[in-house]
């Protein structure tokens, strides 16, 4: 062959080459890879994920990620990925490689009683697949793998097996593909030999099809993807769950055929949301209900705190959950039997919902009962009592407090009312209407138990955690199911299948991790338009862990304790709530946080001060509020502890605030003036919107302040009155000024504030102090002293304080002589005397809540005791109350003639409740 034509034979066999690699380029490598092609079609459910570092902190800020380390599979895989790192000589090698690559997981039934994973991760660069390469080869040299490829469809798939696998481990090794730099793997060969065979059909539409656009990545703070194909979660379920329950779990599940939700990790919960297609397959649940308008929950107030599973559905007539073909009546009825069913099912609309209740016992069989709500509970009671004389049943009945439980008479009835999804009641149900909702339960002590519960009080609607795991639901739904882990832990040991129960009993952390778990489903305005979906929203979330853990204060249940993980310094506060029987309290904990709590025992909110409370908060008028203050800053919150606009606020840097008064309401609503002591006797003038008042920065008294300062609204003029230890009283105006007649001397020192009775002008406003002479001096806004007398006798040692009711309604006078207190009416007389052991600040306390109905607090806070005293001075109880902060605080509930008293213990905040005899 001649020079010439091997030279063109080379150019040739060159151009040829270019031109392979040029069009695999263009139209090979170019088109990217779709994931989801790569999933075999009989995945049940498939995760995406993609910022896999923040995803681990999510996972670690919602405390998951420590209950996921306990379970025994991730630690496998932790131990696996300690290896990894050792093989390559890194550190977090996997999760750097993951990074923020798109890894889709797939779960697959791959057997009777099994299942497995399947894995994706992209290969991005040169270097990631060197590093995936160089692995391969370190496990290949080392002497406790086995590295070997084999050839699958014209696919190379490698295998990589432990030579003596680890005792307890259900697999031994991996299967890997390579395929366009996309790498698949799992434990189980079969999976990967699936995606093979799935490459084999491009054409075929992926399991993600009818979602082609939707990607929630192109939202903010979206964790995680997920697909379920529900026509095959039955199947996932039968691996887990006892054969005889898969029929339930198909009916509830063929509402929907498939779906794709986003994940987001936020405190407390994770929640899913997207939207799901109709299941279209004749006779399933969507079929039956499709039109069907979407309800709320509101048999809250019905189901109890012992509910383990609800599955709770939203529909107009109950006729349309029985389908085509409705279950023939049994041959034993009685002819008349028939019709009255029709009747009874016609009364019967809007909410139905099966509940199983929680057992003590794996071995015991959970109560079953069927809710659903009537229109018209007076027909329906006629109703039944026809179909017990009709089919011969027992007229006898049960009662439990105010409800009255039946025997049907006829045997599974509520699937003769509500279809096939309400099976399993058995020859003798039994029947109780409870308010608008009729009751069937499978056995008599069931439905007792469940009745008991609703009697106590004891239901969704009266607790807060449920309420607020509610709130977080949809309003509107066709189908929801809501569990308590924690409630049907027993259930699901009992429905798994036998060689399950041991993985969740190990499992068991993670699990109860959230013990509020709700899945709902929304359909569409308008289900009759093409591509009508289902909006989807699945809930995982446990209570808020708040800083303090109730019990009951008492074996019988009376009074309460919030225990707090932080000793408690401020004294409580109860705030009075509309339409609850208790108050709630504002306390504050010695690392500064304040917290309220509802009448119900719950922390409801805590914000975190700078400091300690500077005297009481002051709670605005309307239920609008509060305001309190600390030594560097002022606050203001709503009732759901929200910081108001322009707080807080900031006061000088020379400032330490000792007391907080403020304005009056006006009729003008106009903002509030807050009168600050800031330390000796300096005052400052402020309103809530940060003006400062001229005349007030600061307001400098020669004196010490005898008692936080007073703010006053008479005639509509503010007065600002000012007490000073040495016996002089001053009256200021809003600039500043003093209005005539004052400053006013007592004759003697002071050492409390005064007590005032405002009238229409300045000269019959009345304002009343008892000096240390122990003379009762009273005087107005004019600067007149209009009364003086004694109150009782003085030493140089006596110390005299006036103490007005909660009210300001009236007021006692205490002196104290060494260990010795003793408490005075207005006229001289002595109610009562104590002596005491201890020279610790003593403070004393007054509450009147009408005739016979005084209470007198004498507080100890040297040994932290509280002594009560009844209108007849006798010992409440007959011993004092433990309390560490000086005062407490009490409320009167005239219904039950009973004191509510509240202290604080250390950790504690208690309630004690107080029978007035």
Same mark, same amino acid.
């Given at each position: 062959?001649?020079?010439?034509?091997?030279?063109?034979?080379?150019?040739?066999?060159?151009?040829?080459?270019?031109?392979?690699?040029?069009?695999?380029?263009?139209?090979?490598?170019?088109?990217?890879?779709?994931?989801?092609?790569?999933?075999?079609?009989?995945?049940?459910?498939?995760?995406?994920?993609?910022?896999?570092?923040?995803?681990?902190?999510?996972?670690?800020?919602?405390?998951?990620?420590?209950?996921?380390?306990?379970?025994?599979?991730?630690?496998?895989?932790?131990?696996?990925?300690?290896?990894?790192?050792?093989?390559?000589?890194?550190?977090?090698?996997?999760?750097?490689?993951?990074?923020?690559?798109?890894?889709?997981?797939?779960?697959?039934?791959?057997?009777?009683?099994?299942?497995?994973?399947?894995?994706?991760?992209?290969?991005?660069?040169?270097?990631?697949?060197?590093?995936?390469?160089?692995?391969?080869?370190?496990?290949?040299?080392?002497?406790?793998?086995?590295?070997?490829?084999?050839?699958?469809?014209?696919?190379?798939?490698?295998?990589?097996?432990?030579?003596?696998?680890?005792?307890?481990?259900?697999?031994?090794?991996?299967?890997?593909?390579?395929?366009?730099?996309?790498?698949?793997?799992?434990?189980?060969?079969?999976?990967?030999?699936?995606?093979?065979?799935?490459?084999?059909?491009?054409?075929?539409?992926?399991?993600?099809?009818?979602?082609?656009?939707?990607?929630?990545f192109r939202l903010r703070d979206v964790d995680a993807t997920l697909l379920l194909n529900q026509r095959r979660l039955p199947q996932l379920l039968g691996v887990l769950f006892r054969t005889e329950l898969t029929p339930e779990i198909a009916a509830v599940a063929s509402l929907a055929r498939n779906e794709l939700t986003e994940m987001r990790l936020a405190g407390n919960k994770v929640v899913?949301?997207?939207?799901?297609?109709?299941?279209?397959?004749?006779?399933?649940?969507?079929?039956?209900?499709?039109?069907?308008?979407?309800?709320?929950?509101?048999? %809250?107030?019905?189901? /109890?705190?012992?509910? $383990? &599973? #609800?599955?709770?559905?939203?529909?107009?007539? +109950?006729? =349309? !959950?029985? @389908?085509?073909?409705?279950?023939?009546?049994?041959?034993?009825?009685?002819?008349?039997?028939?019709?009255?069913?029709?009747?009874?099912?016609?009364?019967?609309?809007?909410?139905?919902?099966?509940?199983?209740?929680?057992?003590?016992? %794996?071995?015991?069989? /959970?109560?079953?009962? $069927? &809710? #659903?709500?009537?229109?018209?509970?007076?027909? +329906?009671? =006629? !109703?039944? @009592?026809?179909?017990?004389?009709?089919?011969?049943?027992?007229?006898?009945?049960?009662?439990?407090?105010?409800?009255?439980?039946?025997?049907?008479?006829?045997?599974?009835?509520?699937?003769?009312?509500?279809?096939?999804?309400?099976?399993?009641?058995?020859?003798?149900?039994?029947? $109780?209407? #409870?308010?608008?909702?009729?009751?069937?339960?499978?056995?008599?002590?069931?439905?007792?138990?469940?009745?008991?519960?609703?009697?106590?009080?004891?239901?969704?609607?009266?607790?807060?955690?449920?309420?607020?795991?509610?709130?977080?639901?949809?309003?509107?739904?066709?189908?929801?199911?809501?569990?308590?882990?924690?409630?049907?832990?027993?259930?699901?040991?009992?429905?798994?299948?036998?060689?399950?129960?041991?993985?969740?009993?190990?499992?068991?952390?993670?699990?109860?991790?959230?013990?509020?778990?709700?899945?709902?489903?929304?359909?569409?305005?308008?289900?009759?338009?093409?591509?009508?979906?289902?909006?989807?929203?699945?809930?995982?979330?446990?209570?808020?862990?708040?800083?303090?853990?109730?019990?009951?204060?008492?074996?019988?249940?009376?009074?309460?304790?919030?225990?707090?993980?932080?000793?408690?310094?401020?004294?409580?506060?109860?705030?009075?709530?509309?339409?609850?029987?208790?108050?709630?309290?504002?306390?504050?904990?010695?690392?500064?946080?304040?917290?309220?709590?509802?009448?119900?025992?719950?922390?409801?909110?805590?914000?975190?001060?700078?400091?300690?409370?500077?005297?009481?908060?002051?709670?605005?008028?309307?239920?609008?509020?509060?305001?309190?203050?600390?030594?560097?800053?002022?606050?203001?919150?709503?009732?759901?502890?929200?910081?108001?606009?322009?707080?807080?606020?900031?006061?000088?840097?020379?400032?330490?605030?000792?007391?907080?008064?403020?304005?009056?309401?006006?009729?003008?609503?106009?903002?509030?003036?807050?009168?600050?002591?800031?330390?000796?006797?300096?005052?400052?003038?402020?309103?809530?919107?940060?003006?400062?008042?001229?005349?007030?920065?600061?307001?400098?008294?020669?004196?010490?302040?005898?008692?936080?300062?007073?703010?006053?609204?008479?005639?509509?003029?503010?007065?600002?009155?000012?007490?000073?230890?040495?016996?002089?009283?001053?009256?200021?105006?809003?600039?500043?000024?003093?209005?005539?007649?004052?400053?006013?001397?007592?004759?003697?020192?002071?050492?409390?504030?005064?007590?005032?009775?405002?009238?229409?002008?300045?000269?019959?406003?009345?304002?009343?102090?008892?000096?240390?002479?122990?003379?009762?001096?009273?005087?107005?806004?004019?600067?007149?002293?209009?009364?003086?007398?004694?109150?009782?006798?003085?030493?140089?040692?006596?110390?005299?304080?006036?103490?007005?009711?909660?009210?300001?309604?009236?007021?006692?006078?205490?002196?104290?002589?060494?260990?010795?207190?003793?408490?005075?009416?207005?006229?001289?007389?002595?109610?009562?005397?104590?002596?005491?052991?201890?020279?610790?600040?003593?403070?004393?306390?007054?509450?009147?809540?009408?005739?016979?109905?005084?209470?007198?607090?004498?507080?100890?806070?040297?040994?932290?005791?509280?002594?009560?005293?009844?209108?007849?001075?006798?010992?409440?109880?007959?011993?004092?109350?433990?309390?560490?902060t000086p005062r407490v605080d009490l409320t009167y509930n005239p219904a039950t003639s009973t004191f509510h008293l509240f202290r604080v213990n250390g950790n504690e905040l208690r309630r004690t409740d107080v029978l007035v005899k």
């Amino acid at each position: 062959m001649s020079n010439r034509v091997l030279v063109w034979l080379t150019l040739l066999l060159l151009l040829t080459a270019l031109g392979s690699y040029v069009y695999y380029r263009r139209t090979m490598a170019s088109v990217p890879v779709d994931p989801w092609a790569l999933v075999p079609d009989d995945a049940v459910l498939v995760t995406m994920t993609r910022d896999h570092p923040t995803l681990v902190r999510h996972l670690k800020e919602t405390q998951v990620w420590d209950n996921l380390t306990a379970v025994r599979y991730f630690q496998q895989v932790e131990e696996n990925l300690v290896l990894v790192d050792s093989l390559v000589g890194g550190r977090d090698v996997l999760l750097s490689f993951l990074g923020r690559k798109r890894v889709l997981t797939s779960v697959h039934v791959t057997g009777p009683q099994q299942f497995g994973l399947l894995f994706q991760v992209p290969i991005a660069s040169v270097r990631e697949y060197r590093q995936v390469r160089g692995l391969l080869e370190s496990l290949g040299r080392a002497p406790d793998f086995q590295v070997s490829t084999r050839d699958y469809e014209g696919q190379v798939l490698t295998d990589v097996r432990r030579r003596e696998p680890p005792e307890g481990e259900e697999s031994a090794g991996l299967t890997l593909l390579n395929y366009r730099n996309h790498l698949v793997f799992s434990s189980n060969p079969k999976l990967v030999e699936a995606v093979v065979r799935r490459l084999a059909r491009p054409e075929a539409p992926t399991v993600a099809a009818e979602f082609q656009s939707i990607d929630y990545f192109r939202l903010r703070d979206v964790d995680a993807t997920l697909l379920l194909n529900q026509r095959r979660l039955p199947q996932l379920l039968g691996v887990l769950f006892r054969t005889e329950l898969t029929p339930e779990i198909a009916a509830v599940a063929s509402l929907a055929r498939n779906e794709l939700t986003e994940m987001r990790l936020a405190g407390n919960k994770v929640v899913f949301r997207g939207f799901a297609n109709p299941e279209v397959a004749r006779g399933s649940l969507h079929q039956r209900l499709v039109g069907q308008p979407a309800q709320r929950l509101r048999m %809250a107030e019905v189901l /109890p705190l012992r509910a $383990a &599973l #609800v599955v709770h559905l939203g529909l107009g007539s +109950v006729a =349309a !959950l029985r @389908g085509p073909r409705p279950p023939a009546a049994p041959d034993s009825l009685a002819p008349a039997a028939p019709p009255l069913l029709d009747s009874l099912r016609a009364q019967l609309s809007r909410e139905v919902a099966l509940c199983y209740l929680s057992t003590n016992s %794996a071995r015991l069989r /959970p109560g079953k009962l $069927a &809710l #659903v709500y009537t229109a018209s509970p007076a027909r +329906v009671t =006629a !109703l039944l @009592g026809q179909l017990r004389r009709a089919v011969g049943a027992s007229p006898s009945f049960g009662k439990v407090g105010g409800y009255q439980l039946y025997q049907t008479g006829v045997a599974e009835l509520p699937q003769q009312l509500l279809g096939d999804l309400f099976t399993g009641f058995g020859p003798r149900p039994v029947v $109780a209407q #409870v308010g608008s909702y009729v009751v069937f339960g499978d056995d008599e002590a069931a439905l007792r138990q469940y009745l008991a519960d609703v009697s106590a009080g004891d239901t969704w609607s009266r607790s807060p955690t449920q309420v607020a795991f509610l709130q977080d639901t949809p309003p509107l739904a066709r189908l929801r199911v809501l569990l308590d882990t924690r409630n049907c832990w027993n259930l699901l040991l009992r429905g798994l299948q036998e060689q399950r129960r041991a993985g969740l009993l190990r499992n068991e952390t993670l699990f109860k991790r959230f013990p509020q778990v709700a899945l709902n489903w929304v359909p569409a305005d308008n289900e009759q338009e093409a591509g009508a979906q289902y909006f989807t929203q699945f809930i995982l979330r446990h209570p808020a862990e708040g800083p303090a853990e109730a019990r009951p204060q008492n074996a019988d249940g009376t009074g309460a304790v919030l225990d707090f993980k932080t000793p408690l310094r401020s004294s409580p506060e109860a705030v009075m709530v509309a339409g609850a029987k208790l108050p709630g309290v504002l306390v504050q904990d010695t690392a500064h946080v304040l917290h309220y709590v509802t009448p119900e025992n719950v922390v409801a909110w805590s914000d975190s001060l700078p400091g300690p409370l500077v005297g009481p908060t002051v709670r605005l008028p309307g239920a609008t509020g509060f305001l309190l203050a600390t030594p560097r800053q002022l606050f203001q919150y709503n009732n759901r502890g929200q910081l108001q606009p322009n707080f807080p606020l900031n006061l000088p840097d020379t400032v330490r605030a000792t007391a907080l008064s403020v304005s009056p309401a006006t009729r003008e609503g106009g903002p509030r003036r807050l009168l600050v002591a800031g330390g000796g006797s300096n005052l400052f003038l402020y309103d809530t919107q940060g003006h400062i008042y001229a005349g007030w920065q600061p307001k400098q008294l020669e004196f010490r302040l005898a008692a936080p300062p007073q703010y006053l609204t008479v005639d509509g003029r503010d007065v600002v009155l000012v007490l000073l230890e040495n016996g002089y009283v001053y009256a200021f105006d809003q600039a500043g000024g003093a209005y005539p007649g004052f400053p006013l001397s007592v004759g003697a020192r002071l050492a409390s504030a005064a007590f005032v009775e405002t009238g229409p002008t300045l000269r019959r406003t009345r304002l009343t102090v008892v000096n240390q002479h122990g003379e009762r001096v009273s005087f107005n806004l004019s600067g007149d002293v209009v009364a003086r007398r004694r109150v009782a006798t003085w030493s140089r040692d006596s110390r005299f304080r006036l103490v007005a009711d909660q009210k300001q309604d009236s007021y006692v006078v205490s002196r104290e002589e060494g260990g010795r207190l003793t408490l005075f009416n207005p006229e001289g007389k002595a109610l009562l005397s104590q002596s005491f052991l201890t020279t610790a600040p003593r403070s004393v306390q007054y509450f009147n809540f009408g005739p016979d109905r005084q209470v007198y607090v004498l507080t100890e806070t040297g040994p932290g005791k509280a002594y009560l005293y009844d209108a007849r001075f006798r010992l409440v109880g007959g011993k004092p109350f433990d309390s560490t902060t000086p005062r407490v605080d009490l409320t009167y509930n005239p219904a039950t003639s009973t004191f509510h008293l509240f202290r604080v213990n250390g950790n504690e905040l208690r309630r004690t409740d107080v029978l007035v005899k």
